[in-house]
Structure formats: structure tokens, C-alpha cells
């Protein structure tokens, strides 16, 4: 990934605001309903595990050790799963300012992603793009992008692209708006 927002940028773009999220754990709510949704799947994980390795340690014949092999095995997947979804998540919300950058330029608002891979995502304010405010009590989310999508089954569903619990979200809105309007 290069190092610089202009190494991106169109000829004629300039940096305007760059920032990240604020440290720290935002969407309690949220991540506590899915960690009380992955108790049981951690439980059962964990628990069938145990089982399965006690059931190596004290077979007495090769059926004891296969059963104790197939517990401790179908263990993994539910223990996997219940282990992101109760810890993993909590993990992740905390570490996203790390790994994820904003910017504001110009002509458009780019994201920079540093997960497993390296990505950027830059979206134009045009005149017709919809913006948004959201003030929380810790954190601001600007969004700037919305897009509807239809399933299989046809039903509609919108989403938006924002910049999530930044420390500016005012001033960061009414950059976009001055982009929106040409006075920037």
C-alpha cells in the first residue's frame, strides 16, 4: 500500500482531512447481543472439547479413542466460532482505529483498510450524493455514500459508507457539503 493519500489522488486532488476512529470499543450494544448469541457455541465447543480429551486420556480400547478423536475434532468448529463471537469481536472493535484510515480530498472520500489484506475504497461527493450526520455521545459517524441492493428473494436492502466514530464528525459533514456545493 503506498504510503502517501496522494500516491491515489487524480491530478488536480489535494488532501483536505484525514483521520481515523477513536480508539477504543464503540457499539457496546451491538457486540454484546452477538456475544450473548455465541455463549452457548463457545459452551458447547469448549465443553465437547474437554470431553473429547478426556475421553483420549482414559480409553481403554480403540472405540474410547475414536469417540474422544470425533469429540475433540467437532469440538473446533463450535469452540471457533463461540471464541470470535464472544472475544474475537471485542478484539476487533478495539483495534480498528489501528487499521483503518480516512480521508477526505478534493473530489473524494477514501478508506483505507489494513486487515489480512490492504485495500482502498474512494467514493466521489458529487452534487447529488447523500451525506449524513450521526452524533453519539463519545463518537461521530459522517456517512457519505448509500447504495440499495435487492437479494434473491427481491427484497431491498440500503447501506451506507461512512467514516465510524470519528472525533469530528461536524466539521468532517460540513467539509463534504462544501465538496457537495463546489466551495471547497
Known amino acids: 500500500m503506498a504510503e502517501t493519500w496522494q500516491d491515489y489522488f487524480q491530478p488536480g486532488e489535494t488532501l483536505l482531512w484525514e483521520g481515523t476512529p477513536k ?3 464503540h457499539g457496546k450494544a451491538k457486540i454484546i447481543g452477538l456475544a450473548i448469541f455465541g455463549l452457548p457455541f ?27 478423536l ?27 482505529h489501528k487499521r483503518l484510515r480516512y480521508a477526505v480530498s478534493t473530489r473524494c472520500a477514501y478508506i483505507a483498510k489494513s486487515y489480512w489484506t490492504r ?40 447501506s451506507r459508507i461512512s467514516f465510524d466514530n470519528i472525533a469530528d464528525g461536524e466539521s468532517v459533514y460540513r467539509l463534504l457539503r462544501s465538496i457537495q456545493m463546489g466551495t471547497a
Open 23 to 25: 480508539p477504543g470499543v
Open 42 to 68: 463457545l459452551v458447547v465447543g469448549v465443553g465437547t472439547g474437554v470431553a473429547g480429551i478426556r475421553q483420549l486420556f482414559f480409553a481403554q480400547g480403540w472405540g474410547d479413542l475414536g469417540l474422544g
Open 70 to 96: 470425533f469429540l475433540a475434532a467437532f469440538a473446533i468448529p463450535f469452540a471457533g466460532i463461540g471464541g470470535v463471537m464472544v472475544i474475537g469481536q471485542w478484539w476487533a472493535a478495539a483495534e480498528a
Open 119 to 158: 485495500s482502498v475504497e474512494s467514493y466521489p461527493i458529487l452534487p447529488g450524493s447523500a451525506l449524513g450526520l450521526e452524533k453519539g455521545r463519545k463518537a461521530d459517524t459522517v456517512w457519505f455514500h448509500v447504495y440499495t441492493e435487492r437479494d434473491s428473494d427481491g427484497d431491498r436492502s440500503t
